[in-house]
């Protein structure tokens, strides 16, 4: 599978099998997110990975109550320094190529942005100069989704100028 395919096939998955993932399998996909760029190549973020059952069921109400958190291989929660150089997005690129590689691997993801900042860090015992900037779910898909509708081009692009439509 190349990029572009990995870009095309990449859906959020909100069901998953309850199987553990292997070590070599997780390692992987976390050196991808390693291997991201990030501003001064300072790579200012830091993840937890939770893959203990019974840490992500308390995770579930932390994060919009959503069960697949639950249900997931890992749950990925970013962590940054408040203040730091772009962070958060560095975090977000991070998190963007391990999701290709899993979609790569026949694994799947799901962006998390409802959640609880201060329980997830009491959860994890993350020090409270830090901050959560997203999470992620990530395990075997138990669903297949349709794409989604998106905006064509001309909807989303403009040429050199505000004014000017992209064409």
Known sequence: MDVKDAIHSRRSIRKYERRPMPKDVLDDLLDSARLAPSSNNLQNWSMVVITDDALKQKLVPASGN?????????????????????????????????????????????????????????LLGIPRELEVAICMTVGYPAQAPAARRRKPLTELFRSNAWEQDYR
């Open 66 to 122: 959503q069960k697949f958190v639950g249900e997931c291989s890992a749950y990925i929660v970013a962590i940054v320094e408040k203040g730091s150089c772009y962070p958060t997005i560095d975090a977000a690129i991070a998190l963007d190529h391990l999701s290709l590689r899993a979609v790569e691997l026949g694994l799947g993801t799901c962006w998390i942005g409802d959640f609880e900042q201060e329980k997830v860090k009491e």
